[in-house]
């Protein structure tokens, strides 16, 4: 069974209860959640809530303290790094240190953990590589080097990459971060397209109208706790917005979608 297939059924990505404590302050605290095929998580709540430590938690870049995260099932801390990639993938926020590899080079990356370790890319390989950059919007960039590129479009870049890994979960971390108006719009409908087609996307949000736009689900954290978790339209309330972020909120319709718009003020 594919790995895509094994989160169909229902054998996906899961915390449980998971904890993290660095220099006597906890992180996440206790956090429950599960990434469901065909849903698009945001993680939203304030700078220092704990949503990039519960990403990296949730692709094993991170121990839990206490708790479990399993995948397909059994422990992830007991999974192998190359079933895990092949499973999982994770876009940063933060973007690698300069490098020497075009971006075609650098997407196929991707693919590494689906080859043996002296095997060559295959035609498959290529073209998933090829596909990845044109999901992501860089094709046109495939012959440039990587480190002449911008933050927006290494962010892009990064983004092919994980695409090349074809996983099941795709996680990331302000995915619209150094993007531009449209390269924001698009990115989000990218990750949108993926859920509808059966991958599991969660990604930690800064915007929360870009989360009330595109997500299904939400997960909001604060002081590393959830606040509140479920359907965006029982999540995104006045009195939500005002205890996590401390700021006012009204809840409207967007005139162009239909979906939630909040509007925000002191």
């Known amino acids: 069974m594919s790995a895509r297939a094994a989160v169909a059924a229902g054998l996906g990505l899961s915390a449980e209860r998971v904890q993290i404590v660095r220099s006597g302050r906890v992180l996440v605290d206790g956090v429950d959640c599960t990434l469901e095929p065909g849903t698009f998580t945001g993680l939203l709540g304030p700078n220092g809530a704990g949503k990039s430590t519960l990403l990296h ?20 801390s007991g999974t192998r790094a190359r079933e895990r990639a092949r499973s999982i993938a994770l876009v940063e ?24 370790l002296l095997a060559g890319d295959s035609r498959r390989d290529l073209e998933v590589v090829e596909r990845s950059l044109a999901a992501a919007g860089v094709l046109r960039l ?38 531009d108006a449209s390269a924001q719009l698009e990115t989000l409908e990218l990750l949108e397209n993926l859920a509808a087609a059966g991958t599991a996307v969660a990604a930690a ?15 909001v954290l604060s002081g590393g706790k959830v606040a509140a978790a ?36 002191r």
């Open 142 to 179: 495939a012959e440039r080097s990587y480190s002449t590129l911008s933050g927006g479009e290494q962010q892009r870049v990064q983004l092919a990459r994980a695409l090349a890994q074809e996983p099941a979960v795709l996680l990331l971390d302000e995915p619209t971060n150094h993007l």
């Open 205 to 219: 949000l800064h915007d929360i109208n870009h989360a009330a736009a595109s997500c299904s689900h939400l997960m």
């Open 230 to 265: 479920g359907p965006v339209d029982s999540v995104l309330t006045p009195e939500l917005i005002r205890r996590v972020y401390g700021v006012n909120a009204v809840v409207l319709e967007h005139p162009l979608t239909g979906r939630p718009l909040i509007a925000l003020g």
């Open 93 to 116: 926020q933060s973007l690698p240190a300069e490098t020497s590899l075009s971006v075609r080079e650098t997407a196929a990356l991707g693919r590494t953990p689906h080859r043996s």
């Open 57 to 76: 938690l949730l692709a094993g870049v991170l121990a839990p303290d206490d708790g479990t995260v399993r995948l397909r099932g059994r422990p992830l």
